[in-house]
């Protein structure tokens, strides 16, 4: 498919001689240059670019009608899960078309609402951002984090929830870290890194995370130190704190892998002066000595993934895929670690085991059964009780609360249902609905099936398609094809204004669930990583060959698209494969396989994808890294390449140099443009006015390039 109204005059982007020499390959690396954001060659280029491409979106008739109607169904009142700590209940509240959500408290559910913290006063166009809140035990205290510009970069600080007045409290350098209130309700565990050079912050990698103890009203430098490894630059730590409040939980993390360390400490060894309230949990004085109680190795092998649920006194409840790659639940008594000792509660099912909590004493278990929810509950002797009656096929979360709570709240999605929350009963087991948005469509006149298909290697692989009623197979029909396939992270049902407007245009929505996802366990994920990436590939290249043979689309009116891993494997499957598509969507994608690890987080994907530095590893990377199988005189798709400048996780260089090379490479008229955002990262926290004028981009550039007749 090829459009061609006027040749499009794309931005010089120079070159220059850059040879690496990897384990004896000679590999080129021209564009090299636009690696740093900062340099005057580089804002040139992405102004240059931006030009290009947003006079060639601007020109599109269609794209004001398609902004105004994603305006119109956007602007409805959306909600969060209320949770409760102490005596107050929390919830979100999106107005329809604020940039940011608004935190709420109240007293009782019926109560009158108490606006508690409106992000979108804290810039002019919503691009800062709440990152993360922990609540104290009470619920009198908030810690929050706040990101600037999608930045991964948070900054916290403590309000009080009665007066809305935050404290003088300031921390910085957080990243990749919640928060965790001690029970005394004085003080809080998070992570951070040491401070970065404020010049390169946003490319430079992330060594050397720390564990810290901020105690309210101290200035951040006197933040007690509870636990690092200098021998370990890769470990990263994630606090809990127990619901007795007995004991600090520290996960261990290394890299993407879900394998991880769970070290804990005792709380209750304070130092002295350390006081019980009535519920026995502990209160510390204020002279408490943090270093009383050493941090305790419980697992100190990176053999599996644990996910703590609770504890009954010694005994510590975990979800693992140890010797159980779909999950189990487990009990390890701390006074008989030794795993002889340890307990299964409940066994490995047929369906993955996503997460557990603990209710009404009773454990909640969500599982996966083909991409789609199931939540059944158990005794604490792993007895099955019920099955939770969901509304319908789709995705369920919530289910949060305390140990003796008898209700708690949840809600349910699919393609075709916006998210609505109910109110469960933990005894009676029914369902009453709490909150039910009002969107302006008809969601009768959709459908959505599953579907199973075969890959190249013959494994079979299930794909959600959703579209209008009626629709006719005649290999017509424009078609957005979306994946992700790696990092353990399932594709399940969700409702979304975006995709919608695409099926009222007519369009076809399909959601491949590809291998390398957590759709089926560690085994499905494990079996599109490292060597065995070009599985997923093949996945997702065999899902467009089953939506063409099957009579939804044509190769001319199918588009494909993903986000980060899912830009790789977008970008992958367009150089493998470009007369199978006629449209690319990558969005922030992992496009230079060879360089990845030298920025930010990067590392740390070497777990998933493997290490250019290893010889063993650099020639599967080398063989689809998408910068570097662009072959030049080739016809590649329409291309809308998507990122940010302030994009600290998957740096924009790997999005600048695929461009860069995929426009001096390309033949023919189809449009190679890139789309970069500014004072945006890689999504997290995107101000609501952004996203719709993305979105509007991205679907008037598949009208344009697919040709789509818009009424």
Known sequence: ????????????????????????ISVQDPYRWLEDPDADETKAWVEAQNQVTFQYLQEIPVREKIKQRLTQLWDYEKYSIPFKEGNRYFYFKNDGLQNQSVLYTLNSLDGEPRQLLDPNKLSEDG????????????????????????????EWK???????????????????????????NQGF??????????????EDVNYFQKLFYHRLGTPQSEDILIYHRPDQKEWGFSAGVTEDGKYLIISVWRVTDPKNLIFYKDLTNFGVGAKHSGDNSPVLSKDFDLNASPVQELINEFDASYSSIDNDGSVFWFRTDLDAPRGRVIAIDITKPSRDNWQEIIPQAEEVLEGVGLLNNQFIAD????????????????????????????????????????????????????????????????????????????????????IFYSSKDGTQVPMFITHKKGLQLDGNNPTYLYGYGGFNVSLTPSFSVSQLVWMELGGVLAIANLRGGGEYGEDWHQAGMKLNKQNVFDDFIGAA????????????????????????????????????????????????????????????????????????????????????????????????????????????????????????????????LIRIETKAGHGAGKPTAKIIEEAADKWAFLVRVLDVAVS
Not at 127 to 154: C, H, K, P, R
Not at 190 to 199: F, V
Request: glycine content about 8%.
């Open 545 to 672: 060959e089953w939506l063409i043979a099957n009579g939804y689309t044509s190769s001319a009116k199918l588009a494909i698209a993903g986000g980060s891993n899912g830009g790789l494997l977008v970008g992958a499957c367009m150089t493998q494969r470009p007369d199978l598509f006629a449209a690319a969507l990558p969005a922030v994608g992992v496009m230079d396989m060879l360089r990845f690890h030298k920025f930010t987080i990067g590392w740390a994907w070497c777990s998933e994808y493997g290490s250019p530095e290893n010889p063993e590893e650099f020639p599967a990377l080398y063989a689809y890294s998408p910068l570097h199988n662009l072959k030049s005189g080739v016809a590649y798709p329409a291309t809308l390449i998507t990122t940010a400048d302030r994009d600290d996780r998957v740096v924009p260089a790997h999005s600048f140099k695929f461009a860069a090379a995929l426009q001096t490479a390309h033949s023919g008229d189809n449009p190679v």
């Open 367 to 450: 599982y996966l059964k083909d991409a789609r929810t199931q939540i059944k509950i158990f005794d604490l002797n792993g007895a099955f009780v019920r099955e939770v009656e969901l509304p319908g096929i789709g995705s369920a979360g919530g289910f949060g609360g305390k140990r003796h709570d008898r209700e708690t709240f949840y809600n349910f999605t699919s393609f075709t249902t916006p998210t609505t929350i109910y109110r469960y009963d933990m005894v009676t087991g029914e369902s009453a609905l709490f909150r039910q948005p009002k969107v302006d469509f008809n969601p009768d006149e959709y459908e959505t099936k599953q």
């Open 1 to 24: 498919m090829s459009y061609s109204d006027k040749p499009l005059n794309y931005p010089t982007s120079q070159k220059f001689a850059q040879i690496d020499d990897y384990h004896g």
């Open 189 to 202: 565990f998070y992570s951070r890194y040491d401070e970065p050079n404020e010049k390169t912050k946003f």
């Open 127 to 154: 691009t800062v951002a709440l990152a993360g809140i922990a609540i104290s035990e009470d619920g009198n205290l908030m810690a929050y984090g706040l990101s600037s510009s999608g930045s991964d970069w948070q």
């Open 158 to 184: 403590v309000r009080d929830v009665e007066t809305g007045k935050d404290f003088a409290d300031n921390l910085k350098w957080v990243k990749f870290s919640s928060a965790a209130w001690t029970h005394d």
